[in-house]
């Protein structure tokens, strides 16, 4: 959700109520006039804003702030620590920038490479300079991107109730509970994408469960990445593993170049650094993340250009049996393995997939294809866990 009309702010579903009533506050305010709000931020990386200064001899602590993309590191780290049903995101009329005394910045405003600048004419040439890492599907720290993704606008003192067109949550359920608790003029809008959540399809067993949506926010030690065994990771989940982890991609070239990476035979590169780590900001104070994420390299096909093998896939899967326990692997995050570009029905692999999947005694995500619609008779409970 980014149209470039639209800021956003992040809070707890709790305080709606008193925002929609007295605006969006400064920290300032809040702190002068001890107002009692659910806090979702870390106390000791916030209160850093009080000694941030900017060319008016501010601090940061006197601006609401807003960002320019909600879908960030700073909802990352709440929805992991708070859960994102607790979580909601306000979208406030970009119109706010013209308001007096308002900054806005190409990054985290608490970040000394950030510049902070005023003028809604920069408001557009700041969002036009961050376009495309607005629209990513992740950040990191290496091309500064999980910096500038975290672009803010800050308003003076506080943003006036009048200016909140909508709320984002996680799904149908939050937003039926917020709709009885606020005034009934503004729209509630599930948003399950925003909050890194994929909807889940079908549970089959207490430990297999179809989802779809986005595998690499799945929160599962080990991901599971389709590839060949000539090196090449060109589209697909494969080129999201390349780009997002390098050194997924250094590693599968050299298995690919010393010909170890097999039909038939995945292989488990143990990484040690977490997703978490990645994506959250302030990683080193993140509560309860994961330690590691972990890949399964799994060979669908011979080369890039062919289409998947079914018979290699389905031995890859004995051999995932055979290992995931003497790997150590905790929970596993599986696409439809050969059914995106590698041609592959999902009414054949599906099923045939499952059949492993559903004797791991581990929790496992089943992600569908997202290439194309699968019809429901192919969703069905009885489809995926009938034999084959």
């Given at each position: 959700?980014?149209?470039?009309?639209?800021?956003?702010?992040?809070?707890?579903?709790n305080?709606?109520?008193?925002?929609?009533?007295?605006?969006?506050?400064?920290?300032?305010?809040?702190?002068?006039?001890?107002?009692?709000?659910?806090?979702?931020?870390?106390?000791?990386?916030?209160s850093?804003?009080?000694?941030?200064?900017?060319?008016?001899n501010?601090?940061?602590?006197?601006?609401?702030?807003?960002?320019?993309?909600?879908?960030?590191?700073?909802?990352?780290?709440?929805?992991?620590?708070?859960?994102?049903?607790?979580?909601?995101?306000?979208?406030?009329?970009?119109?706010?920038?013209?308001?007096?005394?308002?900054?806005?910045?190409?990054?985290?405003?608490?970040?000394?490479?950030?510049?902070?600048?005023?003028?809604?004419?920069?408001?557009?040439?700041?969002?036009?300079?961050?376009?495309?890492?607005?629209?990513?599907?992740?950040?990191?720290?290496?091309?500064?991107?999980?910096?500038?993704?975290?672009?803010?606008?800050?308003?003076?003192?506080?943003?006036?109730?009048?200016?909140?067109?909508?709320?984002?949550?996680?799904?149908?359920?939050?937003?039926?509970?917020?709709?009885?608790?606020?005034?009934?003029?503004?729209?509630?809008?599930?948003?399950?994408?925003?909050?890194?959540?994929?909807?889940?399809?079908?549970?089959?067993?207490?430990?297999?469960?179809?989802?779809?949506?986005?595998?690499?926010?799945s929160k599962?030690?080990?991901?599971?990445?389709s590839?060949?065994?000539?090196?090449?990771?060109?589209?697909?989940?494969?080129?999201?593993?390349?780009?997002?982890?390098?050194?997924?991609?250094?590693?599968?070239?050299?298995?690919?170049?010393?010909?170890?990476?097999?039909?038939?035979?995945?292989f488990?590169?143990?990484?040690?650094?977490?997703?978490?780590?990645?994506?959250?900001?302030?990683?080193?104070?993140?509560?309860?993340?994961?330690?590691?994420?972990?890949?399964?390299?799994?060979?669908?096909?011979?080369?890039?250009r062919?289409?998947?093998?079914f018979?290699?896939?389905?031995?890859?899967?004995?051999?995932?049996?055979?290992?995931?326990?003497?790997?150590?692997?905790?929970?596993?995050?599986?696409p439809?393995?050969?059914?995106?570009?590698?041609?592959?029905?999902?009414?054949?692999?599906?099923?045939?997939?499952?059949?492993?999947?559903?004797?791991?005694?581990?929790?496992?995500?089943?992600?569908?294809?997202?290439?194309?619609?699968?019809?429901?008779?192919?969703?069905?409970?009885?489809?995926?866990?009938?034999?084959?």
């Amino acid at each position: 959700m980014l149209t470039g009309k639209q800021l956003f702010y992040i809070t707890h579903i709790n305080n709606l109520p008193s925002i929609l009533q007295q605006g969006i506050l400064s920290h300032n305010i809040i702190e002068k006039q001890k107002i009692s709000f659910t806090k979702i931020y870390d106390e000791g990386i916030v209160s850093k804003r009080k000694d941030i200064r900017i060319t008016n001899n501010k601090s940061l602590w006197e601006y609401a702030n807003l960002y320019f993309q909600s879908r960030n590191p700073m909802l990352y780290r709440v929805v992991h620590e708070q859960s994102a049903e607790k979580i909601a995101v306000l979208a406030v009329d970009w119109n706010v920038v013209k308001l007096p005394g308002v900054f806005i910045t190409n990054g985290n405003a608490a970040n000394f490479e950030t510049d902070i600048i005023t003028s809604d004419q920069d408001y557009w040439k700041i969002f036009n300079q961050l376009k495309n890492i607005f629209n990513s599907e992740f950040w990191k720290a290496e091309d500064g991107s999980k910096r500038k993704i975290m672009a803010e606008c800050l308003i003076p003192d506080k943003i006036l109730p009048g200016y909140i067109k909508e709320i984002y949550v996680v799904d149908e359920k939050v937003a039926g509970e917020i709709k009885q608790k606020i005034p009934s003029g503004i729209s509630v809008i599930p948003e399950p994408n925003m909050f890194f959540s994929n909807p889940l399809i079908v549970q089959l067993s207490n430990n297999l469960s179809i989802f779809h949506g986005d595998m690499f926010f799945s929160k599962m030690h080990t991901l599971t990445v389709s590839v060949n065994i000539v090196g090449i990771m060109g589209k697909g989940l494969a080129s999201r593993a390349k780009y997002q982890f390098p050194d997924v991609y250094v590693y599968y070239q050299d298995l690919c170049r010393k010909k170890i990476l097999l039909m038939g035979k995945p292989f488990l590169y143990k990484r040690e650094t977490s997703l978490d780590y990645i994506l959250a900001d302030e990683p080193t104070t993140l509560k309860n993340a994961n330690g590691v994420t972990w890949f399964i390299l799994f060979p669908t096909k011979k080369h890039w250009r062919e289409n998947a093998d079914f018979t290699a896939i389905e031995q890859g899967m004995q051999w995932l049996k055979a290992k995931y326990k003497e790997e150590k692997i905790e929970s596993l995050a599986i696409p439809a393995l050969g059914c995106g570009l590698g041609k592959l029905d999902w009414k054949d692999v599906g099923p045939m997939l499952c059949k492993y999947l559903k004797t791991f005694d581990i929790p496992i995500q089943l992600y569908i294809p997202s290439e194309r619609e699968i019809p429901e008779e192919y969703l069905k409970k009885e489809f995926l866990l009938r034999s084959v």
